[in-house]
């Protein structure tokens, strides 16, 4: 059957937003982010880092430094307590590892993750014990669990009418090309309406794919070398093949076996959530 790879490094939780309620949905109320950020993680709030003072979150850290020598648990204190107080919504901040993986990138991702179950104060302080902390894979998703992916496609450039809509070609003697829409519109009302179709991009566009099912989630190499054994096959070896997966490399870090194919090409991010539709 046909499968897709998806390399997946822990992500590091770094802070919470919560948010309030009201008439017009959500509105976040405060945030509160740990004490440490690695290099990558703030490389995100730069748009270039080698030019910059590299001061984001000093005055932050500070905080924290100084209040672990006073001795006092935590510096947020007031602004966990206003979140534990009021919100209803608590998600969680997490950045991907980006530096172990060899997508020639060293910035980042940033994602908020909303945490369900309990109440309030249960989840703050369940993000809170996980502040600075790896999360895996296998923490979060289970093997033969539906999930869906979220991602862009791959892109394809300008394209027209023909290949991106799929109308028909116009007959051979056509005057100024055949791969063309022959009317767009009738004069009045006079412009052309959102429903004629027209060239322009195709590809690259945001796409949610539903229930995908894990057939495996894999180890890293450190801990299990022998990542791609099963009980039928007792070949020693990684999942890995010979001379690499084409146009990415070797696999090094956890990684999940999905059923089919997802969105985008090679070294592209991909979001994996929880299926939203009830599993019978």
């Known amino acids: 059957e046909p499968v897709t790879i998806l390399e997946s490094p822990p992500m590091v939780v770094v802070g919470f937003v919560g948010y309030v309620e009201t008439p017009r949905g959500l509105r976040a109320l405060t945030s509160v982010w740990a004490g440490h950020l690695s290099d990558e993680c703030k490389r995100r709030f730069y748009k270039s880092w080698h030019s910059s ?37 608590i998600r969680a901040i997490c950045h991907t590892q980006v530096g172990k993986v060899k997508i020639g990138q060293k910035k980042a991702h940033i994602k908020e993750i909303q945490v369900n179950g309990g109440t309030t104060e249960k989840k703050v302080d369940f993000i809170m014990g996980l502040f600075e902390q790896e999360v895996k894979i296998a923490d979060v998703f289970s093997q033969d669990e539906m999930v869906d992916t979220i991602g862009a496609t791959k892109g394809k450039g300008i394209a027209g009418v023909v290949t991106r809509w799929g109308v028909t070609r116009l007959t051979r003697k056509t005057h100024r090309g055949l791969r063309k829409v022959a009317c767009i519109g009738s004069w009045h009302p006079a412009r052309v309406s959102f429903q004629v179709p027209r060239s322009g991009q195709r590809g690259y ?17 450190k801990e299990d070398a022998n990542n791609a054994c099963t009980e039928n096959d007792l070949t020693e070896k990684a999942i890995t093949p010979m001379g690499g997966f084409s146009h990415y490399g070797t696999v090094n870090e956890d990684f999940v076996m999905l059923k089919g194919t997802v969105a985008g090409p090679r070294k592209r991010i991909i979001t994996m959530r929880k299926s939203l539709l009830p599993q019978v």
């Open 205 to 221: 566009h945001h796409r949610t794919e539903i229930n995908k099912k894990i057939y495996r989630i894999g180890k890293s190499l």
């Open 53 to 89: 003072k590299k001061k984001a979150f000093t005055k932050y850290q500070k905080r924290w430094s100084e209040a672990s020598k006073d001795g006092k648990e935590n510096p947020m204190a007031a602004e966990v307590e206003r979140a534990k107080k009021y919100c209803q919504v």
